[in-house]
T-cell receptor, first 115, second 109 residues
Framework: NAGVTQTPKFQVLKTGQSMTLQCAQDMNHNSMYWYRQDPGMGLRLIYY???????DKGEVPNGYNVSRLNKREFSLRLESAAPSQTSVYFCASSEFTQSPYNEQFFGPGTRLTVL | AQRVTQPEKLLSVFKGAPVELKCNYS??????LFWYVQYSRQRLQLLLRHISRESIKGFTADLNKGETSFHLKKPFAQEEDSAMYYC???????????FGEGTQLTVNP
């Protein structure tokens, strides 16, 4: 099993360009998440999908949109990239939607630079 | 709103020394606490969770509700423990994790 996969691994954009980060999991998990990781700020939740067909805003949703394409795939879109969106983006998934045993499994990350 | 604070961005110890990574939280309900770890060039992964009362790789963490802390401890640090450590909190009935800022632990030979 590959677990959680993300594409691309690296991306450089110019301000105003758009792009979609792809995420897929092969663990049959119900819930999927997008985080951004910035130095000194830890991981912050952008959006999450508790189950197929649902999405909800996290802590820092502005400037992003998401699509839960099916149970396996959860994409993150930047419509008009800004330098403040330069970050490392992580996708994660978990089996249980509501459980204190909930372990999240993370992808390898996408390093995005916006010039 | 729930919040997790890790006061030390960087922590450096020598091999064989005890290590404690601090984590404080604020939450009005009954939280569940976790420690995640990211080794160099590896994915972020779960290290341990409070509810399981487990010891992983020699690490333990005790939830102190009075002090709202969940410090991670290991009596004898090893070089392979060098990594970024994140404390995280979730609601008992929720799936969302709130992460702290992270502590970069370096264990020197």
């Amino acid at each position: 099993n590959a677990g959680v996969t993300q594409t691309p691994k690296f991306q450089v954009l110019k301000t105003g360009q758009s792009m979609t980060l792809q995420c897929a999991q092969d663990m049959n998990h119900n819930s999927m998440y997008w985080y951004r990781q910035d130095p000194g700020m830890g991981l912050r939740l952008i959006y999450y999908s508790a189950s197929e067909g649902t999405t909800d805003k996290g802590e820092v949703p502005n400037g992003y949109n998401v699509s839960r394409l099916n149970k396996r795939e959860f994409s993150l879109r930047l419509e008009s990239a800004a330098p403040s969106q330069t970050s490392v983006y992580f996708c994660a998934s978990s089996e249980f939607t509501q459980s204190p045993y909930n372990e999240q499994f993370f992808g390898p990350g996408t390093r995005l630079t916006v010039l | 709103a729930q919040r997790v604070t890790q006061p030390e961005k960087l922590l450096s110890v020598f091999k064989g020394a005890p290590v404690e990574l601090k984590c404080n939280y604020s939450y009005s309900g009954s939280p569940e606490l976790f420690w995640y770890v990211q080794y160099s060039r590896q994915r972020l992964q779960l290290l341990l969770r409070h509810i399981s009362r487990e010891s992983i790789k020699g690490f333990t963490a005790d939830l102190n509700k009075g002090e709202t802390s969940f410090h991670l401890k290991k009596p004898f640090a090893q070089e392979e423990d060098s990594a970024m450590y994140y404390c995280a909190l979730t609601e008992t009935s929720g799936s969302r994790l709130t992460f702290g800022e992270g502590t970069q632990l370096t264990v020197n030979p």
